[in-house]
């Protein structure tokens, strides 16, 4: 699986280099997103852009991603641009479900809106 990540205080970008995110992809992806959240990575933006196919497996860690960061931290997709990966969302009704964002600046924008809780208290 090819993919970069960029850290920094507040969140981490995910950006896959794959065009399909399938069942040959779908266990890898859980285990970084796992990884990441064990790591404390406090929100995470996972872009989409180059990925042009999703199957449910795909699905699936995209979802496992979601539930990690639900109570604790955001979750946000950004870069969906491919029409099948589009539909598939649609389809499944999960731009219900999920924090999906235009473009990346738009997500970041999203993000930054927030505070920084780190930050409180210091002096």
């Known amino acids: 699986m090819k993919y970069s990540i960029e850290k920094n205080d507040k969140f981490s970008l995910f950006q896959l280099h794959e065009e399909n995110l399938n069942a040959l992809i779908a266990p890898k992806l859980k285990s970084e997103f796992i990884f990441l959240w064990n790591e404390g990575v406090e ?24 539930r990690l960061w639900k109570d604790n931290g955001s979750f946000i997709i950004t870069g969906v ?24 600046e738009e997500a970041l924008d999203y993000l ?12």
């Open 112 to 123: 930054n809106s927030f505070p920084d809780l780190s930050k409180e208290g210091e002096a």
């Open 43 to 66: 929100s995470l933006l996972l872009d989409l852009g180059e990925v042009k196919f999703v199957d449910s497996s795909g699905l699936s860690a995209i979802l496992t991603a979601n």
């Open 81 to 104: 641009r491919h029409d099948g990966v589009k539909k598939l969302i649609e389809i499944s009704r999960l731009e219900t479900i999920l924090n999906i964002k235009t473009t990346r």
